[in-house]
């Protein structure tokens, strides 16, 4: 038996990010107490460094392990999004940590473990590598959701989180062999040209696939009937892994579905739209319902993060160079906008008090000006106020649909979107227009934190006024699908 000659420079960014994990365990050993800081500083270079090789790497292609990860522009620009996620997610840990006493320095290597994961499910065009890269993000999302050891939702929203996404991974599975048992293969390439030349009973067992396929996708984006976990899990997990697991898990999940949906399954397409048009509407308009109703502000964030997947299928949808990059950009805008919010959820915590209902934030506006005019930010970038980067998002979003003729859900979409107002301003309200009576916590001893909404706010902000140099970078990316 031969085995593939191994081509490392395709995997150079996921190398560096896992390296530095390594790397973050063996330091970890020789320090303690405060120090322990010097180990997310130590992941965010790392991150940094993978991005920085994913940005010299742009225009280039290639692949390793037989065609089965390959490194094309749609790949390194996930990559950038990752890297992104992970450093912002490491940055508002290092004040964060301390303030829920979880001191280990495991944290800061499996967000990079979980980071390696998310890069491998964007470059992977074999089913097997889609899985692996699945697996390495799940299970160390499953441990990082349980690492609030001292709360006892913590614990419950990682075997809720296991157990419903050991049950999704059985879906996906199922998939794979059904699509194997039709092609002999689980790479990519081959079962795409399969599907064009398939007999009836490879038809019927390929179809079996791409639904199991789809519902294993659409665990991971939370979108309706399969985000059921997504609120419980939300709440509990520290408030940086969800912002993690919002942004990182979510980007890397539909990196994934669109990748083997909108390029290899496209011939099956007038099966899985229609299928997929359901999906958006019922996910946009449960999500925004729900979150109407919420008073918790992650549980509210969380519903919103259903809705927002339900947009970003609107995209998929529409499919095409418009729609893909629509998507691509979209994810980018949500990462900024979403890592923010929740920087802001961990900027009020404190030790025993970790203020996440509605009511917290009432005065904030007034009693930190910083803090308040940061969450208008990002709340009114989620509605889709102009100007912002989530208004500009959703303008390609839905403007790809009516392109491809969907204007029936390009409608739904922004009839939703103008929903989403309700919740999203009442928090604007209770900042600016309820007097509050608890003590807000100041910024100045804790600096981490600070920059994670400094460097998201401006970036929603600039994202929303220069679109341009985005939206160019995700249609190269998505063009190079090919």
């Known amino acids: 038996m031969t085995f593939p000659e191994a081509v490392w420079l395709p995997l150079l960014p996921t190398l560096i990010v896992t390296g530095t994990a390594f790397l973050v365990l063996l330091v970890d050993m020789f320090i303690e107490g405060p120090d322990r800081d010097g180990l997310g500083w130590l992941g965010i270079v790392g991150a940094i460094v993978a991005a920085v090789a994913s ?3 742009w ?22 999004v990752f890297c992104l996620a992970a450093s912002l997610t490491l940055l508002m840990s290092m ?7 979880v001191r280990s320095g495991e944290y800061y290597a499996l967000v990079l473990f979980a980071t390696a994961g998310m890069m491998t499910m964007a470059a992977a065009t074999d089913l097997i590598v889609l899985f692996l890269g699945l697996e390495v993000m799940s299970i160390a999302a499953y441990v990082l959701a349980g690492m609030w050891r001292r709360e006892l939702r913590s614990s419950e929203a990682a075997v809720k989180y296991f157990l419903l996404g050991a049950f999704a991974t059985g879906f996906l599975l199922f998939g794979i062999a059904l699509l194997y048992g039709a092609f002999g293969t689980t790479a990519l390439g081959p079962v795409s040209e399969g599907l064009t030349t398939m007999s009836a009973d490879q038809r019927l067992l390929a179809l079996g696939g791409t639904a199991l396929l789809m519902i294993g996708f659409a665990f991971k984006i939370a979108a309706v009937p399969f985000h059921a976990w997504a609120p419980d899990v939300y709440e509990g997990s520290p408030t940086s892994v969800t912002a993690l697991m919002a942004v990182g898990v979510k980007a890397a999940a539909f990196a994934a579905f669109v990748r083997v949906f909108l390029h290899f399954f496209a011939v099956l397409a007038v099966d899985w739209t229609g299928v997929l048009w359901i999906i958006a509407v019922l996910t946009m308009t449960f999500g925004n319902v729900a979150a109407l109703l919420q008073r918790n502000i992650k549980r509210m964030l969380a519903y919103s993060s259903i809705a927002h997947a339900g947009y970003i299928l609107v995209g998929m949808v529409a ?51 910083f803090l308040g005019a940061s969450m208008s930010i990002f709340m009114l970038s989620l509605a889709g106020i102009p100007a912002l980067a989530g208004f500009t998002g959703k303008l390609f979003l839905f403007s790809a649909a009516v392109k491809a003729g969907y ?16 919740y999203y301003a009442g928090v604007l309200v209770k900042m600016y227009m309820t007097e509050g009576t608890g003590e807000v916590p100041v910024l100045s001893g804790r600096p981490h934190i600070f920059a994670a909404l400094l ?20 249609q190269s990316a998505f063009s190079s699908l090919g």
Do not use: C
């Open 407 to 422: 204007i029936g859900l390009a409608i739904i979409g922004v009839l939703n979107s103008v929903l989403s107002m309700y």
């Open 95 to 101: 004040d964060y940590l301390e303030t829920i006493e």
């Open 319 to 369: 499919a095409g160079t418009d729609g893909g990059a629509a998507i691509l950009y979209y994810l980018l805008a949500y990462a900024l906008m979403n890592m923010g919010a929740f920087a802001v959820v961990v900027a009020l915590a404190r030790k025993g008090e970790f203020n996440e209902e509605l009511d917290d934030f009432a005065g904030l506006g007034f009693k930190h000006p």
């Open 55 to 57: 940005a010299t790497m």
């Open 59 to 80: 225009n280039q292609t290639g692949d390793a392990f037989a065609g089965g990860f390959v490194v094309d522009n749609y790949a390194l620009f996930f990559n950038l």
């Open 455 to 474: 460097i998201t706010a401006s970036a929603t902000v600039l994202l929303g006024i220069f679109p341009g140099w985005a939206f160019d970078l995700a």
